[in-house]
């Protein structure tokens, strides 16, 4: 299902290019764009009953990015990781100052960090702990055979628990940083609206990704590049995970007797082409569900 989120964002961002955009509609607020997001992009039936062949040809698009990313080996992932994991690092840090600039942008951050966020919901709702340690095993593929295929790929001299520690705190230092780029853009809808920030909806998962921060971006200069380029950071950060994902499945695979002498690109290929069915389930009207 993973490559099915990246090929939604895939479907959005060269969506973004038609004269239909929704985005670039000024009347556009975030329950419409994300009722077009289900409707149009990723399917809101609870049955399915077609094939939305778009989605399946960005799914296999998106397999073949993975596929070339770590069929060769580790010297070629390494470097095509420096620019799926760089570039969304320059993209957070050009969303955060261009969202921090914005009329209103205080009350967002207020509502994010500050003297508006409600902190004693860690108290109340003890279930927040449980649900923010499931997303960080998530973010950080913690059981996944990712971080340890990684580390089989480096010298045995490697200070392991040091990396492990940068990995942690870098992926939790990414995810704080995007809370203020989002919420100060979040603030500043409000600020448009002219309504409280706790009146603006679907500040989470498909409600928050594509309908209220495309529609904030949307409103700024030049905004439907900008909501190109959040769609654009968006394909870039999953691709990364999805690579990154597979790399664990073809190492164990290959430390098999069945795949052991075989070569990693077969190896690779092979799993793209199983994900690539699987995902295909996904793919369909009712993929969402």
Request: hydrophobic share 50%; aromatic share 18%; proline share 3%.
């Amino acid at each position: 299902y993973y490559s099915m989120l990246i090929a939604w964002c895939w479907n959005a961002f060269f969506d973004s290019w038609s004269k239909d955009a929704p985005w670039k509609n000024d009347d556009l607020d975030g329950d419409a764009a994300y009722m077009y997001f289900l409707t149009n992009i990723a399917g809101i039936s609870k049955f399915a009953t077609k094939m939305i062949w778009a989605n399946v040809g960005y799914s296999f698009l998106t397999w073949a990015l993975v596929f070339v990313s770590i069929a060769f080996g580790k010297i070629w992932t390494g470097r095509i990781t420096y620019f799926t994991m760089g570039f969304p690092f320059i993209l957070l840090f050009v969303f955060l100052f261009r969202g921090i600039s914005l009329k209103g942008a205080t009350d967002g951050i207020n509502l994010y960090i500050g003297g508006n966020s409600d902190i004693n919901v860690l108290n109340d709702q003890p279930t927040v702990w449980t649900e923010a340690v499931t997303q960080i095993f998530f973010s950080l593929s913690v059981t996944f055979g990712t971080m340890t295929a990684y580390g089989s790929l480096v010298p045995r001299s490697e200070p392991a628990f040091l990396n492990t520690i940068v990995i942690a705190c870098t992926n939790c230092t990414f995810s704080f940083i995007a809370g203020f780029a989002v919420f100060s853009s979040i603030g500043h809808l409000a600020y448009l609206k002219n309504v409280d920030v706790t009146e603006i909806e679907n500040f989470t998962s498909f409600g928050l990704v594509f309908g209220t921060w495309p529609v904030v971006l949307a409103t700024l200069p030049g905004g439907m590049h900008w909501v190109r380029l959040l769609f654009l950071n968006l394909i870039l950060l999953g691709l990364d995970s999805a690579f990154s994902i597979l790399e664990g499945v073809v190492t164990v695979m290959g430390d098999t007797t069945f795949f052991k002498d075989k070569p990693k690109w077969v190896v690779t290929l092979i799993f793209s082409v199983i994900g690539f069915v699987c995902s295909l389930l996904y793919a369909t009207d009712a993929g969402l569900f």
